[in-house]
């Protein structure tokens, strides 16, 4: 489990989340997601890609989960975006989520799985992984850097982070919520998830 940590950048001015308190289990403008919106569940996971237990469960729980769930059309999955940790960990996360929304909704999730997959090489040479991510998207040099540099995603990003903290009440990484109920933050095994999904389907 890692605790959250929002990096405050150069000329970065956190937005404020909206007063009314959606349901957490609902889709946002701004999230990315898959699978059937009008599924009976929902799972939320507040996620970073610069956080290394996430990417153990992405390594080896999420194949299995996205196979059972996602591709059959039982789970509407909404990924939200965390900046944890300190240092190389908010670094990559913040360029990396930076990176995937720039490679457009139908790379975003492609663009996480090879972050994940990554770890921990890219805490090594970061610009350098992330540049070859960018490239295996269709992205050259310059787009990759106006990418992450861009003040104004910057700014997005931020406050999408500062929203999922504080009016989703999410402090620490990967967290889930199935059906608006959370499970401890840290990591789950697939039957950990079953159990849960068996219980909001009830």
Request: hydrophobic share 45%.
């Amino acid at each position: 489990m890692r605790s959250l940590k929002i990096v405050a950048l150069a000329l970065i001015v956190f937005g404020l989340a909206a007063c009314d308190k959606p349901k957490a289990y609902t889709a946002l403008p701004d999230d990315m997601d898959m699978g059937d919106r009008n599924a009976k569940i929902t799972v939320v996971e507040y996620a970073s890609v610069g956080c290394p237990i996430c990417a153990a469960w992405q390594k080896e729980v999420y194949p299995a989960f996205k196979a059972k769930y996602i591709d059959t059309g039982k789970v509407h999955y909404v990924f939200r975006e965390m900046l944890v940790g300190g240092g190389s960990e908010v670094t990559v996360a913040s360029a990396g989520f930076l990176l995937a929304r720039c490679a457009g909704k139908d790379k975003y999730f492609a663009v996480n799985d090879a972050i994940f997959a990554s770890h921990p090489g890219v805490f090594i040479s970061p610009r350098e992984t992330l540049q070859d991510i960018a490239k295996s998207v269709g992205m050259n040099e310059d787009q990759f850097n106006k990418c992450v540099l861009d003040e104004e995603q910057i700014k997005a990003l931020n406050k999408r982070v500062e929203s999922n903290a504080r009016v989703h009440d999410v402090n620490a990484t990967p967290t889930f919520e199935i059906n608006g109920q959370k499970l401890e933050p840290g990591y789950h095994t697939l039957e950990q998830i079953d159990a849960a999904v068996a219980a909001a389907s009830r």
